[in-house]
């Protein structure tokens, strides 16, 4: 329940950011009804069939349960609807179609002792049964990454951590769940950057030979095309930051080097703990490399308590204010959505890899094979 609250938020916030103008009233007080609805209402029903019980409930009876929430969805967006902007209603439907693919994977999670088949079977008949083979005709992020998350859920692997058994497992499945799934996997995949360019683009001219008329391939399409700024040796743009000593400063003044681009915040505990316990041993073996900078760059909202960390904690490398939190026009251009996060950038400012190695042994290899070392 805890993961998918914070789902839940984290959508919540970003349904506002796919819009160019403001969102209409009819929008907002939609969003903020159904917020209401789903926490007030939602978790206490959800907590009621899955939680408060002794074991999971069947599958037929928790889809039908999911049934019921799907009409009490569509029966209250339906009040707000047509005063709605057409991209609004577009959104509107991807964000309930996300939140209830949520919904099949807290199944999983709760029916653990069922096995990987049952968990298969469960979780097509799920998307069936509600009709998302055919009615999820646009898969946005959020609902590929409620999918993928689904897929990890069914083979029992921690979502995110690299792997092959899920792409394998795609191919197992029949149509229509063998497109759906590949298509939401290949689309989750580039927006978290789990494979490069290259191998993405080849998969998806796979996925394009068979099934050439597939409603996805446009929105596959789109979302490489987004994705040219990651491309392995793509110029990378000039950005301007502010120093310590509030100098203006641009990332072509280190062109002549290899940057190690360390993106962080002074909230965010990962970042601080990759300080205390990695980057000092990782500085340390590269003190002597004069052609590899060391790139901090905070995304704090103000400069203070950037700065305040820095005083107390004092770091080598070359340190940077972008500020603007993830609105940053480094964050937005590398797509990135969690920190830390690290990039490489080679000699002439050639994008080398966006989503480098953590600090360590991995990343400081990485970073002497560029130098030719």
């Known amino acids: 329940?805890?993961?998918?609250l914070s789902s839940f938020l984290i959508a919540f916030i970003f349904s506002f950011q796919t819009f160019?103008?403001?969102p209409s009233p009819a929008y907002l007080e939609y969003m903020k009804g159904l917020e209401?609805?789903?926490q007030n209402e939602l978790y206490g029903q959800v907590s009621e069939i899955l939680y408060d019980v002794e074991k999971a409930p069947s599958p037929e009876s928790y889809i039908s349960f999911c049934k019921e929430v799907e009409e009490k969805l569509t029966s209250y967006y339906q009040q707000y609807e047509k005063n709605m902007e057409e991209s609004e209603r577009k959104s509107a439907n991807q964000f309930s179609q996300a939140m209830m693919i949520q919904l099949s994977e807290l199944y999983l999670e709760r029916a653990e002792d069922i096995t990987i088949q049952e968990r298969k079977s469960f979780f097509k008949e799920f998307l069936n049964q509600m009709g998302y083979f055919e009615t999820v005709t646009d898969l946005?992020?959020?609902?590929?990454?409620s999918i993928s998350m689904n897929l990890y859920a069914v083979l029992g692997i921690p979502f995110g951590m690299p792997n092959t058994e899920v792409a394998s497992y795609i191919q197992t499945e029949?149509?229509?769940?063998?497109?759906?799934?590949?298509a939401a996997y290949l689309i989750n995949e580039m927006s978290m950057l789990n494979i490069g360019f290259l191998e993405i683009e080849q998969m998806i001219s796979n996925f394009k030979?068979?099934?050439?008329?597939?409603i996805h391939v446009s929105k596959l399409e789109n979302t490489l095309s987004s994705l040219e700024n990651l491309k392995e040796g793509a110029l990378v743009e000039n950005f301007s930051f502010i120093d310590l000593e509030g100098n203006s400063v641009g990332l072509s003044e280190f062109k002549d080097k290899i940057i190690y681009l360390d993106l962080w915040a002074s909230w965010c505990g990962p970042c601080i703990n990759t300080f205390r316990t990695k980057t000092?041993?990782?500085?340390?073996k590269l003190r002597d490399r004069n052609d590899i900078v060391l790139m901090y760059i905070s995304i704090d909202e103000k400069q203070e308590p950037w700065k305040n960390y820095l005083a107390k904690n004092p770091m080598s490398g070359v340190h940077l204010f972008a500020g603007k939190g993830f609105e940053a026009d480094i964050m937005k251009y590398f797509k990135v959505w969690g920190i830390p996060r690290y990039l490489i950038i080679g000699k002439g400012n050639r994008l080398f890899s966006p989503n480098a190695p953590r600090p360590g042994d991995e990343a400081i290899e990485v970073l002497?094979?560029?130098?030719?070392l």
């Open 280 to 284: 000092p041993d990782f500085e340390k």
């Open 174 to 182: 029949s149509d229509p769940a063998k497109e759906f799934y590949q």
């Open 20 to 22: 160019s103008q403001e």
């Open 209 to 214: 030979s068979t099934y050439p008329s597939s």
């Open 1 to 4: 329940m805890i993961k998918f």
């Open 36 to 38: 209401n609805l789903i």
């Open 140 to 145: 946005n992020e959020d609902i590929a990454r």
């Open 368 to 372: 002497r094979g560029i130098a030719g």
